[in-house]
Structure formats: structure tokens, C-alpha cells
């Protein structure tokens, strides 16, 4: 039968219960989120299923979202059914403070450096990862750029007067 | 004696006496700057003889924070950004970054649009492939074939000098289409480009396919099964020579890539060898699709035969003509050249087939001027993380060439 975001929803809910929630699709991709705690059982389960098989890891990355307490942080799956051609989006939020999430390396070897990047960029903890260090940035770097607290240029420019343009 | 051979064939090149200080292996530094890499990049290889026992991949040497970047840029302003991803096919990147706009804005493509960036993405596409193959021939010991193609790829750069204004970081079409329409001279060095390429490209082909030296060189030269390359997120030329037909253009298609025929090449066993046919072909397809493509649009007839970009005021610039001399076309240039119309909230992934694989573009907009974030999906970045599989075992010479053969930018890596 043909793989509908319905019945991915459908398989979902049978599974996961009251536990995933935020269904919804912009732009045509199914999106959903997860408790993190879950994230392993939701991956695993969207891989293994005979026939959702979501089984190719497009990317992997990270979201700060500085106002929702809590839940600052938002690790976003795209996953793909290859046989199928279907695209799924998967999202888990962590708190800021406290950011460790199940390292998704065990079920796909792309994972490893994407996983990296993210912990580089966002200070996500990927509890047990083979080999969690920065990849990008330089190793002596003490925080993660690419957090919402970071402005990209240095605030106490006075020769640019953007007032005008709302910036 | 026989003794001797048998400690070599197991690998135990060096016997240290006990309690030596001494490593057994070799560490060879393969980069930063080493010209087999092609891109700023290091492998720290352990070797023992010429065998190498186990690789460490570093890479993040040119990183440019494009992501950051781009979170305080208006859209048109991200497109210079991602010529620096793989530049050596960036036309690609502009135009998928083009096409991500577009479907978070909807806006609707016409057809000659489309076809007009086909082409445009084609000609990208041989010109990555040639390098890459070219540059594999370079790594075995062959310079003349890279030489040789070179001034075929100074013929597409050409054409984008016609079309765009300059070569290499292009910077090519806007949000809506190209800023103006393929001049005459543009169509003049297509034909002599379709005219000439396919002739060379025969003896491109002549001097490396079926040579016995490059042949020995290849074959199993750091292969990859199917299900071992999908798990590694390999995708493009490198994915399809382990034998997975997987390709962005057929199974999600867009700028109306549904509209030709052409044929997915696969491979089988996913080594140096298959990743350099399954290019090769690809630029025949390539080939196939740009005189289709061209075919279309010579059946474009009246107003329709001028299109060049859709009706999109808001981020389409104004011809100069009407900024110089009408009020409401001056104000749309501003607000567009500074970034002052907002842009709908919204989450978009959007991918084209790059040259080198799946490049993807994740933006979520919050509705403001520039993007909350903008993540790149740069399949070299994600690919390049099995190399050490790639290579263990294998002979030194063996693990350059299976380095040029997976198409890594660096540009694109570091992002």
C-alpha cells in the first residue's frame, strides 16, 4: 500500500501513544516531534517497521530557540524511505542546561560526524557517541556559535547605523 | 626465506625488540596541503610498509561559519554564500538555494525558466565530473587527460561568463529566475560546446576506460557495498556506483526534470573504478538532457520565447531602465537590495541533486528579514566520514586515488 503521512501517523500513535505529538506538514513533509528520551525507540522503530522502513538518515541538526524554556533546544531528524521515496521530519527538544540525547550512531554511520557537528555548533551531548569533539571549530573553543546569544557582528559597533531598516 | 615472506604477506613489516619505545606503524600526515588532496584537508594515516592500518579524517580547515552568516542576511544575500560550498559546480548550489526561495514563498516557475536552469545545471554537472575524473587520471599517473579536458570546461565557464558575468563563484539567476535573458552569444558557445564536447569527451574516455594501467589501478580500489554506503549517507555518483539508484532528479523532481529522458547510470561494486563510470556516463546523460532541454526551448513561441523569470515584484529586482525612472520601481529596488521584505514563517527542506550528491537546504524562517537558521546538506561532509573504512588495508597509492574518486570539496565540507 502506498506510504501516506496518515498511515505513517496511524503506525506512529499505534506505537507510540500519547508520546508523539505535534503532527503536522509544512511545505509537504510530515514533522512530528518526540519526548527525547524516546528518540532511539522512535528512529528504531521508523527503521526497522517492514514497512515504514525509514532507513536513510538525510540529515541531522540542531534548532536554539532561546524563548521557549525548557525547551531551548531542538535536534531535527530528515529522514528518507528510499524505496518508497518518502521524507519524514523528526524533531526532539531538550533543555539547554541539561542537553544530552541518545546518540542515533548505532543505527546509521552517517550520524557520527553529523552528530558532531551539531554537539560543535549547539552543545548538543550525544551520550554515547564513539568520538564526541568539536569538527569544525577549533578544539580550544570554550562555547557554541552558533547559539542565539552569539550575535554575528560585535555589538558595540558604532560606524553602522542600521535604526533605519529594523535590524 | 620462506619465513620472510610469510611475516611480510601478515602484515609485520617492522619487529621491534621488547619493551622498544618505538611505534610498529608509520604516521604520514596526508594533507592539509598535500596536492593529492585537492582541498584544504588532513588524513592522518597510520601506515605499516605501504599498508595502511587505519586513517583519521580532519577537516574544518576553511570554515566560514556560512550558517551563522546567513542568519543575518536577506535571501538574496545568502546566494554568494553557497558558490563557496562546491565551487566547482556552483551554479548547482545557486539555484537549489534559488528553488528552496522559491517553494518557501510558492512561487510558481514557468517552463522555459526551468528548462533555461537545466541547462545551466547540466553544464555544472559535466564540468564537476570532469574535474573529478580527470583528477582521479592525475592521481594514477595520467596529467594529460586533465590538461586536456580543461579547455572544455574554459567553454562552459564561457557560457556562464554570457550569462551571469563571471566563472567560477557564479552567483548565477535570482530568487525568480535569471536577471536577464541568454543573449545570443550564450546560445552561439552552447552549439559550439555541444558541438565540440562530445568528441573530446569520446577520447577522454578513450585514453582512461579501457587502459590497461588505469584499470589495474581501479578496480577494487576502496569499495563499498550498496547497504554499507546508504547507512554512510552516501549519495550522488558515489551511492550510485555500489549499485543503489538513487537520484534527487527522478525521485523528487524539480525544475521540471520530469519533463526529460535520461537514464540513471549504476555501478556494481562501488569502487574507484565504478565511481569513474558511472560520472563518465552521467555526462553523456548530462549531455542527453541539455539538447533536450535546448530542443524545448527553441519550441517556445511569441511572448513566451522571452520569458526569463516569474512575475515575483517583491523579490524579483526591477529592471534598471524603470529604477532610474519610475517612483514604485525605485522602491522595490531599495526594499529588495535592503533586505525589507519579510519573508513568510515556515520550515522548508528542499534538495537538488548536486554534483556530488544530495544537497540539501534546511530553512526555517521565523517571518522576518533573513532566515532563524539555514543548515546546508553538503553530501561530501556526510560521504567523506567512511574514508577510513575506505582505505584500511589498502596499498598508499590506492588510498589517494579513492580520496580524488569521492569528489571531496573542501569548500563544501567546511561549509
Known amino acids: 500500500m502506498e506510504l501516506t503521512s496518515d498511515y505513517i501517523k496511524k503506525r506512529l500513535t499505534e506505537k507510540f501513544g500519547e508520546e508523539v505529538s505535534g503532527f503536522c506538514e509544512p511545505y509537504g513533509m510530515l514533522t512530528f516531534e518526540a519526548p527525547k528520551e524516546l528518540n532511539l525507540k522512535v528512529l528504531q522503530f521508523l527503521y526497522d517497521d517492514p514497512e515504514l522502513r525509514f532507513q536513510f538518515l538525510t540529515d541531522l541538526q540542531a534548532v536554539h530557540y532561546p524563548d521557549d524554556k525548557g525547551r531551548e533546544l531542538a535536534v531535527v531528524y530528515h529522514l528518507h524511505n528510499i524505496r518508497d521515496n518518502v521524507r519524514l521530519r523528526f524533531k526532539i527538544f531538550t533543555d539547554i542546561e541539561n542537553p544530552d540525547v541518545f546518540t542515533a550512531t548505532q543505527l546509521y554511520a552517517s550520524a557520527n560526524w553529523m552528530e558532531r557537528e551539531t554537539y560543535d555548533f549547539f552543545g548538543v551531548n550525544f551520550v554515547g557517541h564513539p568520538n564526541l569533539k568539536r569538527i569544525l571549530n577549533v578544539e580550544e573553543m570554550d562555547y557554541f556559535p552558533l547559539r542565539k546569544e552569539y550575535p554575528l557582528e560585535e555589538q558595540t559597533r558604532v560606524d553602522k547605523d542600521d535604526e533605519m531598516f529594523g535590524r | ?166 566563472r567560477l563563484t557564479t552567483n548565477i539567476g535570482r530568487i525568480g529566475g535569471f536577471e536577464r535573458n541568454f543573449n545570443a552569444t550564450a546560445w552561439q558557445k552552447l552549439d559550439k560546446f555541444l558541438k565540440e564536447f562530445p568528441a573530446a569527451l569520446k577520447e577522454f574516455e578513450a585514453l582512461l576506460q579501457r587502459n590497461r594501467i588505469f584499470v589495474d589501478r581501479t578496480v577494487g580500489a576502496g569499495p563499498i557495498s550498496g547497504e554499507r554506503a546508504l547507512n554512510y549517507g552516501f549519495t550522488g555518483p558515489n551511492l550510485r556506483a555500489s549499485g543503489v539508484d538513487y537520484d534527487v532528479r527522478v525521485h523528487t523532481p524539480y525544475s521540471s526534470y520530469q519533463d526529460f529522458e535520461f537514464n540513471i547510470p549504476v555501478g556494481t561494486t562501488g569502487d574507484v573504478y565504478d565511481r569513474w563510470l558511472v560520472r563518465n556516463q552521467e555526462m553523456w546523460e548530462s549531455l542527453k538532457i541539455i539538447k533536450q532541454a535546448y530542443q524545448k526551448i527553441q519550441e517556445f513561441k511569441g511572448q513566451e520565447a522571452e520569458v526569463y523569470h516569474a512575475d515575483v515584484p517583491e523579490f524579483y529586482l526591477p529592471p534598471k531602465q524603470q529604477v532610474y525612472t519610475t517612483i514604485e520601481a525605485l522602491i522595490w529596488h531599495f526594499k529588495i537590495i535592503m533586505g525589507e521584505a519579510n519573508i513568510p514563517a515556515g520550515e522548508v527542506y528542499h534538495s ?64
Open chain 2, 1 to 166: 626465506m620462506t619465513e620472510d615472506v610469510l611475516q611480510y604477506s601478515s602484515g609485520q613489516n617492522i619487529k621491534l625488540p621488547d619493551g622498544s619505545i618505538e611505534k610498529q606503524t608509520t604516521t604520514l600526515n596526508l594533507g592539509p596541503t598535500h596536492p593529492a588532496t585537492h582541498g584544504v584537508f588532513q588524513n592522518i594515516l597510520e601506515v605499516d610498509g605501504e599498508r595502511v592500518v587505519s586513517a583519521e579524517s580532519t577537516v574544518g580547515y576553511i570554515h566560514r561559519a556560512f550558517e551563522k552568516i546567513a542568519e543575518r542576511r536577506p535571501l538574496y544575500q545568502i546566494t554568494p554564500l553557497t558558490d563557496r560550498l562546491n565551487y566547482c559546480s556552483a551554479p548547482i548550489n545557486n539555484l537549489g538555494w534559488h528553488m528552496t526561495c522559491e517553494k518557501l514563498l510558492h512561487i510558481e516557475m514557468p517552463k522555459r525558466v526551468d528548462y533555461l536552469r537545466v541547462i545551466i545545471m547540466e553544464l555544472a554537472r559535466i564540468t564537476d565530473h570532469l574535474i573529478c575524473n580527470s583528477v582521479i587520471g592525475v592521481d594514477a599517473g595520467a596529467l594529460s587527460v586533465f590538461l586536456y579536458v580543461m579547455q572544455y570546461r574554459e567553454l562552459v565557464y564561457e557560457i556562464y561568463e554570457e550569462i551571469c558575468g563571471s
Open chain 2, 352 to 415: 537538488v541533486e548536486g554534483a556530488n550528491g544530495e544537497l540539501g537546504f534546511y530553512l526555517i524562517s521565523d517571518g522576518g528579514r533573513s532566515p532563524y537558521r539555514l543548515h546546508f546538506r553538503r553530501p561530501c561532509f556526510i560521504y567523506y566520514q567512511a574514508y577510513p573504512e575506505l582505505v584500511k588495508d589498502a596499498m598508499l597509492a590506492d588510498a589517494v586515488i579513492v580520496l580524488s574518486s569521492l569528489n571531496l570539496i573542501a569548500g563544501e565540507m567546511d561549509a
